[in-house]
């Protein structure tokens, strides 16, 4: 997608985010011939990590994926009455307190993280002729959601609190891997098989994107990648295996020439030392640029426009961003031109994270409601 530069749609908007669902779904197929013979599942939370679960996942469901992760169970129904009743939903969160029936009346698997969710399963399971399908999440060392290895050797003891359930997946979650290197991937590793040896047997899940790449001895029968199917790289000291998703581009609003001894945006925290063209463009914040990406002063956030890199300069603020546009071609800046922000020739979503001190996933899931948003690709 780097160096295309199409008009986007809405000329009222001050931002454009343009989606490739085609590579989206060549992610997915990237990942699930990476991962054979393990099934490739997709994680589509958080609205499909901000480009819209309504585009992506049927675009996902098209290239091959059958089942689908979200986090919560507003997420899991809508999806379901996004898919259709065929793909299997497996909600991160599992059962809360009084939500069982629901879960079920949709046709939610849930992940069953502590023994007060499996209580709740059971005790919707019990009055059924017909076993209710559920995953468990074995913690391993990230001690945030899952059955503590106490909870497990329990379960091992009294298999009766698993009457009525039909164990579909045991699964646990990688605190480190996108290091490869981390001895903390092997360490939870051997801790899930320990663990998954004292559950009913089933099929398992360890490894989410980066895992992935940490080999065939981490994908157990479902791996289930989200960031690398957005474009994010789940490798990060090796060269991104998967293709960009997102662009984003903001519109000028104003051009102005400023000299020396001046200064820029909030808090003047941006001394011009040269004699500068800069660029307002209508996006900020508000729309998800982070305002940590402003204040550089070396070059590590920046745009392009006229196929050339043109720095973030100043603050960022709620609605506008500044940009030094003097070594671009004068043609491309003037009011109502577009400027790439991420992606196409601009910053990749790693390279914006980075200049933010955060990590791709925030930078798109933060996409603002403002931009006009243009699919294209598979099923746009």
């Known amino acids: 997608m780097a160096g295309r530069q199409e008009t986007p749609n809405n000329s009222a908007a001050g931002g454009a985010v343009r989606i490739d669902l085609g590579a989206l779904a060549a992610n997915w197929r990237l990942l699930a011939d990476t991962?054979?013979?393990?099934?490739c599942?997709?994680?589509?939370?958080?609205?499909?990590?901000?480009?819209?679960?309504a585009q992506a996942a049927p675009?996902?469901?098209?290239?091959?994926?059958t089942t689908f992760f979200v986090a919560t169970l507003d997420e899991a129904i809508a999806l379901r009455g996004i898919l259709g009743a065929d793909p299997t939903i497996m909600m991160f969160n599992g059962v809360l307190p009084g939500t069982a029936k629901e879960t079920h009346a949709h046709g939610i698997v849930p992940v069953l993280n502590d023994l007060g969710q499996l209580q709740e399963w059971h005790d919707l399971a019990s009055g059924g002729d017909t076993p209710l399908p559920a995953a468990l999440h074995a913690d391993?060392?990230?001690?945030?959601?899952?059955?503590?290895?106490?909870?497990?050797?329990?379960?091992?003891n009294a298999p009766e609190h698993m009457a009525g359930i039909d164990l579909t997946l045991v699964l646990s979650h990688l605190a480190c891997g996108e290091n490869g290197d981390n001895p903390m991937?092997?360490?939870q590793l051997l801790e899930f098989l320990r663990q998954k040896a004292a559950l009913l047997p089933a099929p398992a899940s360890l490894a989410a994107s980066s895992g992935i790449f940490l080999g065939a001895g981490f994908h157990f029968e479902v791996v289930r990648p989200g960031i690398a199917?957005?474009?994010?790289?789940?490798?990060?000291?090796d060269p991104n295996p998967t293709a960009e998703v997102v662009q984003i581009k903001g519109k000028i609003v104003q051009v102005r020439d400023v000299d020396s001894a001046q200064t820029v945006g909030y808090g003047a925290a941006f001394p011009v030392t040269k004699p500068s063209t800069i660029a307002t463009v209508a996006v900020g914040y508000a729309d998800g640029i982070l305002r940590a990406i402003g204040d550089k002063q070396d070059g590590t956030a920046w745009g392009s426009v006229g196929g050339i890199s043109v720095p973030?300069?100043?603050?960022?603020?709620?609605?506008?961003?500044?940009?030094?546009?003097t070594a671009a071609p004068a043609q491309s800046v003037h009011p109502g031109a577009w400027i790439d922000l991420v992606g196409g020739d601009a910053m990749t979503v790693d390279e914006a994270?980075?200049?933010a001190g955060t990590i791709p996933y925030e930078i798109l899931t933060s996409l603002g409601a403002r931009y006009d948003r243009q699919y294209v690709g598979a099923n746009a």
């Open 35 to 39: 991962s054979v013979p393990a099934e």
């Open 41 to 53: 599942a997709a994680v589509v939370k958080a609205n499909a990590y901000g480009i819209g679960v």
């Open 59 to 65: 675009a996902l469901a098209a290239a091959g994926c």
């Open 140 to 156: 391993t060392g990230m001690n945030r959601l899952g059955l503590t290895p106490g909870d497990v050797a329990e379960l091992s």
């Open 185 to 187: 991937n092997n360490a």
């Open 229 to 237: 199917l957005y474009g994010g790289n789940p490798t990060p000291k």
């Open 312 to 325: 973030v300069v100043g603050r960022v603020s709620m609605d506008l961003l500044t940009l030094d546009v």
């Open 353 to 355: 994270a980075r200049a």
